[in-house]
């Protein structure tokens, strides 16, 4: 039989099994061009289901090497576009996103590992 390649449906099964279900929400950060002032600005929030699991939790998911550590990290499809600053809340607690990292098989973008921080 002949390997026909990857598809990121051969991870919805994974999904399935360990998906949670997450309030998240989009997270727009930008610069006034003439202050420099930040602004922050929040989309509304919706259902999302990704891994979710804190840092005592982590498996083995990481590639070797150096690896930055968060409070939590989220597993996402590439569909759902996790960015920077956007955030999720998950048993009473908000989470936002530091860092993407987007994973491949075979050359195809299978899912986005997230590290997370709690906010305060």
């Not at 930055?68 to 989220?74: F, K, L, M, R, T």
């Not at 499809?77 to 999720?88: E, N």
Request: aromatic content about 12%; overall charge negative.
């Amino acid at each position: 039989m002949a390997c026909t390649g990857v598809g990121t449906d051969d991870f919805d099964q994974i999904w399935t099994d360990m998906g949670q279900t997450v309030s998240y929400q989009v997270v727009t950060k930008t610069e006034d061009p003439m202050t420099g002032e930040p602004t922050t600005t929040f989309g509304t929030a919706s259902n999302q289901i990704v891994i979710f699991f804190l840092e005592d939790q982590r498996f083995v998911w990481d590639k070797e090497g150096l690896v930055e550590v968060g409070d939590a990290y989220i597993i996402a499809k590439t569909s759902l576009g996790v960015s920077r600053y956007d955030q999720f809340t998950v048993g009473g607690q908000t989470y936002y996103v530091d860092n993407v990292v987007r994973r491949e098989v075979l050359g195809t973008d299978m899912m986005d590992y997230c590290t997370c921080f709690k906010v305060a």
